[in-house]
């Protein structure tokens, strides 16, 4: 189950996607998942699929692994489907017992299916091509600005880049936890809800003192090291524009262009 | 024979980028009673294999045979196996999770549906046996040190009188002392109840102490399999899989090399002193 989450889940390839500035892959992700919204025509979406499918090509990962995060929205997609079909009003196409369906639902749902479909892979792509850590700085130095506002972005972005850190090895932990369990005859299996819940006491306890033990070591480390927060800290590889990224925002801004035409030549 | 294993392989993360291949096409047979050890260096899969041995893990191919019994056969019991087949963990003090001792070290035989009298009984002779008296059956397991915490552990497996006992490296970071403690008394259990032990542990000098047969794994395969006198015999081709034999071979080696008519078939610190006394002897220097 866990395993089909690919979001957050970096893969290491060579390729002009993954050596892009992490702020540009930020930005051109939100520029793309906020067009998504805009289009409302068939010309708009074959605009968009060919934008994605050249980055997707561009970034060198198997498709498999795009799509793998699809599995977890499709119930989610199935019901959107169905409400968008039947509760759309126009006119209609075909009628079943009280229920019909109209040519706008039609439209209305595939619409929709494709948004949510190119919203996960859109955002599956970026996180398969940049690792958390630089995701997170370029998040902090992309929202640098608002320091002056007196929002702790280092710290923020800090506490992200240690919680993502975290998620793989509290999940190793909590396999290996539940394996020696196991080795003493714990079951996790079988039961009713409360002795399901009751058998967790042997997996959550060392989980959380095991958890608390790292995090105190870690802020020791941190501490021994000299970290005292964000001020005067400068990075060992600070994040710097190169000729791709300002190629990268030429193309997204082609791309805007392109998508806002089709949609106003091409209303439906 | 207790335990067979047949081309077993494994590979972790298994149709991702990551995909490591971690045991590769392994077959092995451990008859009952016998004092195993493995060795390997870092990351050779010896935890891996082991995992396998009571069904924690299942292998990507291959077979496994617990008393003749295919493990892998729809509606064997995972849950009775994993109590014949006891294993201790690298690090199992992280599994400790009960209010006191006493209660953690119950957890294991309270599993397997004893009568409480019993399981009690059980858990105090495990603890007597790790060496934790009544004192420490009422503390907190997040009081105790890290040594105690690895007794309480293992404690909590033997509890449960596995018929194979699997320890994974069990004296890491133990003082000498508690190390021989712990050691011997799983060789007399070993002897006693005709138990069958598997030894993980990087400590040559352990190995060669303890146990009857050493196989050593090499980046998840098996590289020798045999008596410890034979395995060290190879302690060139151990040394470059980044392993080495007993200090006593060395030293043994070395006096024959400089011409001692010295046995250097000799593993274990007694049989060395035998050995040199015994040419000392024959040359009659004393
Ligand atoms: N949970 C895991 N996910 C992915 N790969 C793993 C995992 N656990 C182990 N491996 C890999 O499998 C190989 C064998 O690991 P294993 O833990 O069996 O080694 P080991 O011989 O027990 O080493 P050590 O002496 O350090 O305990 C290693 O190369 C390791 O990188
Ligand atoms: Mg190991």
Redesign the pocket.
């Known amino acids: 189950m866990l395993k089909d989450i690919t979001l957050g889940q970096y893969y290491p390839r060579d390729s002009v996607i993954h050596r892009l500035d992490p702020r540009t892959k930020l930005v051109g992700t939100l520029v793309f998942l906020l067009s998504l919204f805009l289009f409302r025509s068939f010309a708009c979406c074959l605009v968009a699929t060919l934008f994605l499918g050249a980055v997707i090509r561009a970034s060198k990962v198997p498709f498999g692994f795009m799509v793998r995060g699809l599995r977890s929205i499709m119930v989610l997609l199935a019901i959107t489907m169905f409400f968008n079909l039947l509760l759309t009003p126009g006119i209609p196409v075909l009628r079943i017992w009280k229920l019909t369906v109209t040519r706008e639902g039609i439209l209305q749902a595939l619409f929709m299916a494709i948004r949510l479909i190119y919203l996960i892979i859109g955002s599956t792509v970026m996180t398969l091509t940049t690792t958390p850590n630089h995701l997170t700085d370029g998040m902090e130095k992309g929202l640098a600005p608002l320091n002056r506002l007196h929002v702790p972005v280092h710290e923020v972005s800090m506490m992200m880049s240690i919680a993502l850190r975290f998620i793989p090895i509290l999940m ?1 932990e909590t ?1 290996k936890i539940m394996k020696a369990q196991m080795a003493r005859g714990a079951d996790f299996e079988s039961g009713g809800l409360i002795k399901k819940a009751k058998n967790l006491v042997p997996l959550l306890v060392p989980l959380f003192v095991s958890a608390f033990r790292r995090a105190n070591d870690l802020a020791l480390a941190m501490e021994a090291r000299g970290y005292r927060g964000g001020q005067g800290r400068t990075k060992m590889k600070p994040l710097i524009y190169q000729k791709r990224d300002y190629g990268a925002y030429l193309i997204l801004a082609g791309y805007l262009v392109c998508i806002c035409a089709a949609g106003i030549l091409s209303p439906l | 024979m207790s335990i067979k294993i047949e081309h077993v392989s494994y590979s ?2 298994q149709g991702t980028a ?1 995909e ?4 590769d096409d392994i077959s092995l047979e451990i008859p009952q009673g016998q004092f195993v050890g493995i060795i ?12 396998h041995l009571n069904g924690l893990m299942r292998a990507s191919s291959g077979k496994i045979y617990f008393h003749g019994e295919d493990i892998y056969r729809e509606g064997y019991d995972m849950r009775a196996l994993r109590s014949k087949v006891g294993l201790v963990f ?1 690090y199992p003090e992280h599994q400790l999770f009960e209010v006191d001792v006493f209660s953690d070290v119950c957890f294991g035989p309270r599993n397997l549906g004893l009568p409480p009298e019993e399981v009690e009984a059980r858990a105090r002779e495990a603890l007597d046996q790790v060496g934790l008296g009544e004192p420490y059956y009422k503390k907190s397991p997040f009081e105790l040190s890290g040594g105690q915490k690895r007794r309480a552990a293992i404690a909590g497996i033997l509890a449960m009188h596995p018929e194979v006992l699997i320890l ?2 069990p004296t890491a970071g133990l003082d000498p002392r508690g190390r021989d403690e712990i050691l011997d008394q799983v060789a007399a259990l070993q002897k006693e109840r005709g138990m069958t032990v598997l030894l ?1 542990s ?1 400590s040559m000098e352990d190995v060669a102490r303890y146990v009857e047969r050493i196989v050593v ?1 090499d ?2 395969r098996i590289r020798f399999d045999g008596t410890p006198k034979k395995v060290f015999a190879h302690y060139r081709e151990l040394e470059e899989i980044g392993l080495g034999a007993p200090q006593t071979v060395y030293v043994l080696r070395g006096l024959a090399e400089k011409g001692f008519p010295v046995n250097t078939e000799a593993t274990t610190v007694e049989e060395a002193r035998d050995a040199i006394l015994e040419a000392l002897g024959r040359r009659n220097v004393c």
């Open positions: 190793e396999d | 972790y993360g990551y490591k291949k971690a045991l390997g260096h870092t990351g050779s899969g010896k935890s891996t294999l082991i995992q690298q994974d490296e993980v990087h794994m980046d998840g």
